[in-house]
């Protein structure tokens, strides 16, 4: 009964909430400026119809971070950070969804899994959402939820550009570096093939990568 008057609240929200958005009342600017989609992941009862609204209306958002000293969230980073506190359903579909979506100039889908949350002066202010979902929900369900995502979903994110941005940005917990070796074993011997003919670019990435603050 419960689950029946979830769903049913759900859908009349999603339907106000489109309503709105039609005669200009809403705005996607709206959802940004207040945190909405970050408010609605950290709801304990995942209201599945109006996130899928509400990311339809800017797929962007779901890579936005918000800090948590803006006054409208009350934790800092990307929706992500917030439904990992969460359900492992709501877990699972806002992951789903970034990886759908993930791309430049915003981090990475896959790599959202291990996004510091970090302030100006490059201190981290939030764990990543890998690390929230394992303390909330156990570690061995949280890496079956994200095998399985990305066994449906082969190929689903650029090799290269994933390691490369996980070597070099401080903001990425080097977990995200061991994931995306493990998964593709071979992936040193593909960049060493692609620099043989391209020191300039090999040494830039080298520089990169000795200059990357490791954080704990």
């Not at 996980?166 to 011997?189: C, I, W």
């Given at each position: 009964?419960?689950?029946?008057?979830?769903q049913?609240?759900?859908?009349r929200?999603r339907?106000?909430?489109?309503e709105?958005?039609q005669?200009?009342?809403?705005?996607?600017?709206?959802v940004?400026?207040?945190?909405?989609?970050h408010?609605?992941?950290?709801?304990?009862?995942?209201?599945?119809?109006r996130?899928?609204?509400?990311?339809?209306?800017?797929?962007?958002?779901?890579l936005?971070?918000c800090?948590?000293?803006?006054?409208?969230?009350p934790i800092?980073?990307c929706?992500?950070?917030?439904?990992?506190?969460r359900?492992?359903?709501?877990?699972q579909?806002v992951f789903?969804a970034?990886?759908?979506?993930?791309?430049?100039?915003?981090?990475?889908?896959?790599?959202m899994?291990?996004?510091y949350?970090?302030?100006?002066?490059f201190t981290?202010v939030?764990?990543?959402?890998?690390?929230?979902?394992?303390?909330?929900?156990?570690r061995?369900?949280v890496v079956?939820?994200?095998?399985?995502?990305?066994k449906?979903?082969?190929?689903?994110?650029?090799?290269?550009?994933c390691?490369?941005?996980?070597?070099?940005?401080?903001?990425?917990?080097l977990?995200?570096?061991?994931?995306?070796?493990?998964?593709?074993?071979?992936l040193?011997?593909?960049?060493?093939?692609?620099?043989?003919?391209?020191?300039g670019?090999?040494?830039?990435?080298?520089r990169?990568?000795?200059?990357?603050?490791?954080?704990?």
């Amino acid at each position: 009964q419960d689950e029946e008057h979830h769903q049913l609240a759900d859908a009349r929200c999603r339907q106000a909430m489109r309503e709105l958005y039609q005669r200009g009342y809403f705005t996607i600017e709206d959802v940004r400026r207040y945190g909405l989609l970050h408010l609605l992941c950290l709801n304990d009862v995942f209201a599945e119809k109006r996130f899928q609204f509400l990311v339809g209306l800017d797929p962007s958002i779901l890579l936005t971070v918000c800090n948590g000293w803006d006054g409208h969230i009350p934790i800092s980073g990307c929706p992500l950070h917030c439904a990992a506190r969460r359900t492992i359903k709501a877990f699972q579909m806002v992951f789903e969804a970034a990886l759908n979506y993930g791309g430049n100039p915003y981090p990475h889908g896959i790599l959202m899994l291990h996004y510091y949350s970090i302030n100006p002066n490059f201190t981290i202010v939030e764990k990543t959402p890998f690390q929230l979902a394992c303390e909330t929900h156990g570690r061995e369900e949280v890496v079956k939820v994200v095998n399985d995502i990305l066994k449906a979903r082969p190929n689903s994110y650029d090799v290269i550009s994933c390691f490369l941005n996980a070597a070099m940005k401080e903001y990425y917990h080097l977990d995200g570096l061991y994931f995306v070796l493990r998964e593709n074993p071979d992936l040193l011997q593909q960049l060493l093939r692609q620099t043989t003919n391209d020191d300039g670019a090999a040494a830039t990435t080298a520089r990169h990568m000795n200059k990357r603050q490791r954080l704990s």
